[in-house]
Nanobody, 124 residues
């Protein structure tokens, strides 16, 4: 499976961005897809994950209530809507294809397939 992220940028605190993960190589309707991020000098952090059934989603504690993950199987795309962005959200965001989603994000962080990432910078 191939994953390509887009949509990052430089924004002010309180702004919104929508990241896109384009998926190819396997039928997306059978895949769980997740997002993780990595900031300089910090460990990778699970952000959001969506199982095959869209009703099953998971979010990292630091983004709950601000970020929303969704999927459009017809477009082979997963979205990460990020609202009320904060400077601490600054990182490279990657989408990944885990075995399935879990609250620990173990399978997202251990995924063997993930994209090169898109930079999100939140600064005043």
């Amino acid at each position: 499976v191939q994953l390509v992220e887009s949509g990052g940028g430089l924004v002010h605190p309180g702004s919104s961005l929508r990241l896109t993960c384009a998926v190819s190589g396997l039928p997306m309707e059978s895949l769980a897809i997740g997002w993780f991020r990595q900031a300089p000098g910090k460990e990778r952090e699970g952000v959001a994950c969506i199982n095959v059934q869209e009703e099953s989603t998971f979010y990292g504690d630091s983004v709950k209530g601000r970020f929303t993950i969704s999927r459009d199987n017809g477009k082979n795309t997963v979205y990460l809507q990020m609202n009320n962005l904060k400077p601490e959200d600054t990182a490279i965001y990657h989408c990944a294809q885990p075995k399935f989603c879990a609250s620990s994000f173990y399978y997202v962080l251990a995924a063997r397939s993930w994209g090169q990432g898109t930079q999100v910078t939140v600064s005043s």
